[in-house]
Structure formats: structure tokens, C-alpha cells
């Protein structure tokens, strides 16, 4: 067979290999695996620091869900000081925990959590809060920012479990969402665009989005979810709060998507001091007669009727007589270590 002839069989044939060739290929580069540390969690406050907390050398405490505000991670544009990430991230590592970086963006504080150069995007309310317009273009691309630099600096760490994002429920007055332009398809898109974002900046970790509220339509909420179904993000919320009327229906969407998502709870310092009459957040009712709800109880509504795989504990003890503390939750995770058995 003469050259000509050789190379004409060659092109005639490539195409008829090329698929198999190129399928062993891709197959030959596996994809790297998720993180997927699920279970007990305790949560810890900016700048507390890890070796205070309690019991975490208990093994059935997979880790730290601990809070950072965006002002100390970015104090100028474009200029990130990781080093308390960092820090935490060592620490974990050397103790054989799993740590996720809670980003905040939102405070209750008497400063906002905000980087100076987006404060013009920062609302303080009547109450007190500083609250971020997250529907913002502008906001939407900073927080971004953060999202890319913290995942290239730690998204391969093996002992990074991922990012959250706060609560999507905002204290603006009326007044404040008029002027910023508020709508409700706005501040869902936001949300999406940054969730989604942030999946791509920790392609190796999981996002924890904390839902519990859209102003003017909550339906948006399973919207989001509906979008995210199957991705590496976790849902959850701020309370576990059985009693809370107001949270009831957002307690359902744990179960609609139980088997399409990722869950998670957070037993808040709310959590530590509830009873049966504690129906309405913010004001003060009698204490049961039975009490306040055993940690235990609080568990076990989160692991049957939230069906979550990852719990965070806030580590409380500043409640008034009678009130749980974080040790009574200590015991409930040495009894049930896993979330899954029953």
C-alpha cells in the first residue's frame, strides 16, 4: 500500500475511533471528589477563639461552623486578609476537624459587617441591624470576590469543608426596599447568581445557604431550590424552633426536597431556651409549665422532621436559670453521632 493510500484509510477510519479514544481519556482524569463531612457541628462567634470552645476534642463533633465578617476579610478593595480563615483552618487540621467559614454580611451589632467601600450598600434598620442590598449588582460581584479568593486560597484544604451564606431574611423597613429598587425576582436572582458562583469557587467543597424568609414572596424560595436541586449546595436555616408558628412552612420545604438537596439546621441561641408557648419571636411568653425543650427534643425534631445531615450547635451559655447550655447539647451528640441512625 502505497503512502497515499495509508494516510486516505487513516482520515476514513479516525472518526470511527476518535469517540472511543477520547472516552478513555476523559475516564483516565477522574473528577476530584467533594468533601462530604456530614454530622455535628458547634458554631462559634467572630474572633472566638477555637481552642476556648467546649468539648471539641469530643469525636462524635465533626467540626466549627465559625462566623467572619466581610469588613475583616476585605478591609480594602481587592485587599484580603485571610489570615484568621487561615489560622482556624490550621487549628482544625491539627485536631482532626472540619471547618466551615460562615461569611457575614449582616450584623446586630453597633457596626456593620460590610467593607467600608460598600457601606452606600448598607442599611441600618430600626432595630438595629445593618442590612446589605444583595440584589445589587454591585454587591452581588464584591461578594463574589471574597467567594473566588477564599476558594483558591482553601477550597483544596482537606479539612475546608465549605461557605455559607447568611440568612436571606432582612430587616429594611418598607422605605429602605423602595429606595434600592427592591423586587422580589431581583433579590432571587441575586441569590442564585451567588450560590452558583460560589459552587465554582470551591468546586471541591459544599455551600451552606441559610433560607428562611423573601420579602414579599417566600414562594421564591422553593424556586431557588428547585434550581439548585442535585448541586453540591446544602440547605438550611437559622432555627430549630418547633413551636415558632411563623416558621412552620418553612420547615416543610425540608421535607420537599429532602431527597434532592443536602439539609442543615442550626440550633442558634433561640434553641437553648424554647417551650411550647414560645410561638412568636421577640416577645416574652411564660415558660411552659413542662419546661424548656430538652436538646434532645430539639435534635431529634431536626434529624426526623428536618431530615438534616449537618447540625451546628452554637456554643451557649449565657442563658438565664433553667435554660439549656451547650453542654446539654454535648450530651445529645455523645448519644446520637450520627444523624442517620435511628
Not at 454580611?105 to 450598600?121: C, E, R, S, T, V
Not at 447568611?166 to 434600592?180: A, C, N, V
Not at 436538646?295 to 435554660?323: C, H, K, T
Amino acid at each position: 500500500m502505497n503512502l497515499l493510500c495509508q494516510r486516505l484509510l487513516f482520515i476514513t477510519v479516525l472518526p470511527f475511533l476518535s469517540p472511543i479514544v477520547w472516552g478513555q481519556t476523559a475516564q483516565s482524569e477522574p473528577r476530584p471528589a467533594v468533601k462530604y463531612n456530614p454530622g455535628h457541628y458547634v458554631a462559634v462567634a467572630p474572633g472566638f477563639p477555637l481552642a476556648d470552645i467546649s468539648g471539641l476534642s469530643e469525636p462524635a463533633l465533626r467540626g466549627v461552623n465559625k462566623r467572619y465578617l466581610w469588613r475583616i476579610l476585605e478591609p480594602e478593595k481587592d485587599a484580603y486578609d485571610l489570615s484568621a480563615i487561615a489560622a482556624d483552618l490550621e487549628y482544625c487540621s491539627r485536631n482532626g476537624k472540619q471547618l466551615v467559614v460562615y461569611l457575614i454580611d449582616k450584623a446586630f451589632w453597633i457596626k456593620g459587617a460590610m467593607p467600608a467601600y460598600l457601606q452606600a450598600l448598607e442599611v441600618q434598620s430600626a432595630a438595629g441591624s445593618f442590612d446589605p442590598v444583595r440584589w445589587h449588582p454591585e454587591y452581588v460581584a464584591r461578594f463574589l470576590a471574597l467567594g473566588k479568593a477564599i476558594g483558591e486560597r482553601f477550597g483544596t484544604h482537606p479539612n475546608f469543608e465549605g461557605v455559607a451564606i447568611q440568612e436571606t431574611s432582612l430587616d429594611m423597613s418598607e422605605e429602605d426596599f423602595l429606595k434600592y429598587d427592591y423586587t422580589p425576582d431581583k433579590y432571587r436572582d441575586a441569590l442564585l447568581e451567588i450560590l452558583r458562583g460560589l459552587q465554582q469557587s470551591v468546586p471541591q467543597s459544599r455551600v451552606f445557604w441559610y433560607q428562611n424568609g423573601l420579602h414579599r414572596n417566600d414562594g421564591h424560595l422553593r424556586q431557588i431550590a428547585d434550581s439548585i436541586s442535585g448541586s453540591r449546595i446544602a440547605m438550611g436555616g437559622p432555627d430549630i424552633l418547633p413551636h415558632r408558628t411563623w416558621l412552620r412552612n418553612t420547615y416543610k420545604i425540608y421535607g420537599e426536597y429532602k431527597d434532592a438537596l443536602l439539609l442543615f439546621g442550626s440550633a442558634q441561641d433561640d434553641s437553648y431556651k424554647h417551650h411550647k408557648q414560645d410561638t412568636r419571636g421577640g416577645i416574652d411568653a411564660p415558660v411552659h409549665p413542662e419546661g424548656y425543650l430538652s436538646m434532645e427534643e430539639i435534635f431529634l425534631y431536626a434529624r426526623d422532621s428536618m431530615y438534616v445531615n449537618y447540625l451546628f450547635w452554637n456554643q451557649y451559655y449565657e442563658g438565664q436559670p433553667g435554660e439549656r447550655t451547650f453542654d446539654d447539647a454535648l450530651e445529645v451528640i455523645r448519644k446520637y453521632p450520627s444523624l442517620t441512625d435511628r
